[in-house]
């Protein structure tokens, strides 16, 4: 099980888990300046290094649960799903032969309460649904097509949230 005190941590961990945000925050400022500007480069360490304490408080040292290259893989899955989603929604509007079978399917939740919240959120952008809502230990999902493959679908954007988690070592 992972430590959530701060305090109970050795030194040399949290220097290094220190550092290694410092070094990420900056690299991010750089990124979004577009290069290394020298007018206030005190104040941007002093806010870097803020950033980095605070960062250490809220997410402590092997208490991240994301992994980075797994988020960056679904990004391009979760743009393509929200164009297609949109897609789905203008043509249903504006083109009246689209069909419209409309239906309530349950999807059964993570245990994990925050990959089910992300799944919610994006359930909604799939491609033939309207809403969607946690319900006890379901989520009740409005389609607007029950012809269309929105189970496999929702199964497989459920995958890919699994993915992105790092897996709780008991």
Do not use: C
């Amino acid at each position: 099980m992972m430590q959530t005190d701060i305090k109970k941590l050795k030194w040399h961990r949290l220097l290094y888990s220190f550092l290694k945000r410092f070094v990420l925050f900056a690299a991010g400022w750089l990124a979004l300046l577009g290069g290394l500007q020298m007018g206030d480069i005190w104040f941007v360490i002093l806010f870097l290094a803020a950033s980095s304490a605070i960062s250490m408080y809220t997410v402590p040292p092997g208490q991240w649960v994301l992994r980075p290259l797994a988020v960056a893989r679904f990004f391009p899955y979760f743009l393509l799903t929200a164009l297609r989603g949109g897609w789905d929604v203008a043509r249903r509007v504006f083109y009246r032969t689209v069909p419209i079978d409309p239906a309530f399917i349950t999807v059964e939740n993570d245990w994990d309460p925050r990959k089910t919240l992300i799944l919610v959120w994006i359930i909604s952008l799939l491609p033939g649904t309207a809403s969607a809502v946690i319900h006890q230990n379901t989520i009740i999902v409005h389609v607007l097509d029950k012809k269309l493959p929105v189970d496999e679908e929702i199964q497989e954007l459920k995958r890919r949230i699994n993915d992105m988690f790092v897996v709780d070592k008991v």
